[in-house]
């Protein structure tokens, strides 16, 4: 049985692409409302995490749950069901090129069949939560790599899923654009409470994820806080993968005084 | 990898995807919207060039023909020549190269950067089963429009055959028409239509697999355009050898 607390879970999960092992005996678990950040440098199976939570890939052993259940051996039309729950976000936004922002966010009620005046308010609220309503019609090669990717985060966002992936969604972004994709994190952490994993190498992620939250005060505006001395944020945990293996797992302030080569390296190199 | 292992896995992932196709082509959802828009890139935008191409052939074919025809004294069946050939061999196949060269890249091109860009992975992670969604309805389009334009194609080809033989041969127009009549039975264009169907699917089939398999980036996309024109080209002509000997077989023998 899986554990009825976890959103999400690997247990012992391995993978290989012929001799290239991708993960080996992988077990994690990200619990209702917390955010799980991933990192890594390219290539150590950060990306295949969340395809092989998505159902995208099989694993080749091991068991993975998707709020609490099995979905190891589910079949194509069985994930569909599964995938209700989740929005992913991919690198790039991964929009989808012929479409236009509005057909795009509205891509997955469109599927559904739902009526096209029950589309029209979602998509609206879910590009003003990314605070792009000006580009609604714009096409997607209009857009700058930022837009993109709040357009891709609309996307996902759309009926509401509980679980988010994000696939480095500030890779390549310059700072004020990555934060504001990091806010949006936040927003859906904190007021939403969706359970996350969230893929990246970029330290400046790591801080604000780590420190940062979003209250909403008595006349719904959006402030965001830095934990200080007096509190710990306890909603965002951390991992460290390397060689398909999870070197370190814990809170902000245990990886910033872990001894491991390989995490000291990574975070003097980031800084 | 070696080249036979590498051929028979081939095979072997083609195999599935027709087998996926044909599961899910008679089951909801379906995608009427997308598959009217593949038939109009597919066979209302390959119209051009299969004008051009059924046009000049039948003339050509005229051209070539005529004085061998003049030196036995049967000129009077340039006609039958000319139609004959287009409908059972020509029309089909030029018309099926033709499109292997002009859909059959661009399927294999735009999903090959559809897949490279995670397109198709946002697509199945938003609940969609890109087979429906981008292989059937380019099956569809593929296998219905080929013949219809394989059909256009050897209408005009016989009529750039008869324009031929008016103007460089001195035919009469009454002489050429009634003598490409008399070829056209309802077997051989039966025949003629059942190649074009077959080989529609080819292309189709060889564009999405070429694409759907694409692996190495934006290189990789300009490696499985090449490779579709190329397969589904070389299929076309080998399945043509082996419908022709079925068809003479089946219709054209007594």
Same mark, same amino acid.
């Given at each position: 049985m899986a554990n009825s607390t976890s959103a999400i879970e690997f247990r012992e999960v391995s993978l290989a692409f012929g001799d290239n092992v991708? =993960? #080996?005996?992988v077990s994690f678990s990200v619990r209702y409302g917390e955010s799980k950040v991933v990192m890594g440098g390219s290539g150590t199976g950060k990306s295949t995490l969340l395809r092989l939570a998505l159902g995208l890939i099989k694993p080749d052993a091991g068991q993975i749950f998707v709020d609490g259940e099995e979905i190891t051996a589910y079949t194509e039309e069985q994930m569909m069901n599964v995938r209700r729950k989740i929005g992913m976000v991919f690198q790039e936004g991964a929009l989808f090129d012929s479409l236009s922002v509005y057909d795009n966010v509205a891509y997955r009620l469109r599927e559904q069949k739902a009526p096209e005046k029950e589309i029209e308010p979602v998509v609206t609220r879910m590009l003003r939560f990314v605070d792009l309503e000006d580009a609604i019609d714009k096409m997607p090669n209009e857009l700058s790599g930022g837009m993109r990717r709040r357009v891709g985060i609309a996307r996902a966002l759309v009926g509401s899923p509980k679980i988010v992936l994000y #696939?480095?969604?500030?890779?390549? =972004?310059d700072p004020i654009t990555a934060r504001t994709i990091c806010e949006l994190a936040l927003k859906l952490r904190d007021l939403e409470d969706v359970s996350s994993i969230f893929v990246t190498h970029r330290l400046q992620d790591i801080e604000v994820l780590a420190s940062e939250y979003v209250v909403r005060d008595d006349f719904g505006n959006l402030l965001f806080e830095h934990e200080g001395d007096t509190m710990c944020l306890i909603n965002t945990k951390f991992i460290m993968l390397k060689d398909g293996n999870i070197i370190f797992s814990g809170s902000d302030e245990e990886m910033r005084q872990a001894n491991h080569p390989y995490i000291r390296k990574f975070l003097d190199k980031e800084r | 990898m070696n080249l036979i292992i590498r051929g028979i896995v081939q095979t072997q992932e083609i195999t599935l995807l027709i087998w996926r196709v044909l599961r899910g082509i008679?089951?909801?959802?379906?995608y009427l919207r997308e598959i009217i828009r593949q038939m109009d890139i597919s066979g209302f935008g390959s119209l051009t060039i299969i004008l051009l191409t059924g046009f000049f052939t039948g003339a050509v074919l005229a051209l070539n023909t005529g004085s061998t025809l003049q030196k036995f004294g049967v000129q009077s069946v340039a006609g039958q020549l000319v139609a004959l050939s287009l409908i059972r061999e020509l029309g089909p196949v030029l018309t099926c190269l033709m499109l292997a060269g002009r859909v059959g890249s661009g399927i294999a091109a735009e999903l090959g950067s559809m897949l490279v860009s995670e397109q198709i992975d946002a697509m199945r992670a938003l609940g969609t089963d890109p087979i429906k969604k981008l292989v059937n309805p380019r099956i569809i389009a593929l296998v219905t429009m080929a013949p219809a334009l394989t059909i256009i194609c050897d209408m005009v080809g016989t009529l750039g055959g008869l324009l031929t033989a008016i103007t460089f041969?001195?035919?009469?127009a009454s002489v050429y028409l009634s003598s490409a009549k008399e070829a056209v039975s309802f077997d051989e264009a039966l025949g003629g239509l059942i190649k074009p169907t077959v080989f529609g699917f080819i292309i189709a089939i060889i564009g999405c697999y070429k694409g759907l398999s694409t692996t190495g980036g934006t290189v990789g996309v300009g490696r499985s355009t090449t490779q579709a024109v190329v397969v589904s080209s070389i299929l076309i002509i080998a399945v043509d050898f082996l419908l022709q000997k079925l068809i003479m077989t089946l219709l054209l023998e007594p």
């Open positions: 991708i =993960l #080996d005996r #696939d480095e969604p500030t890779a390549g =972004l | 008679f089951r909801p959802p379906f041969q001195g035919q009469a």
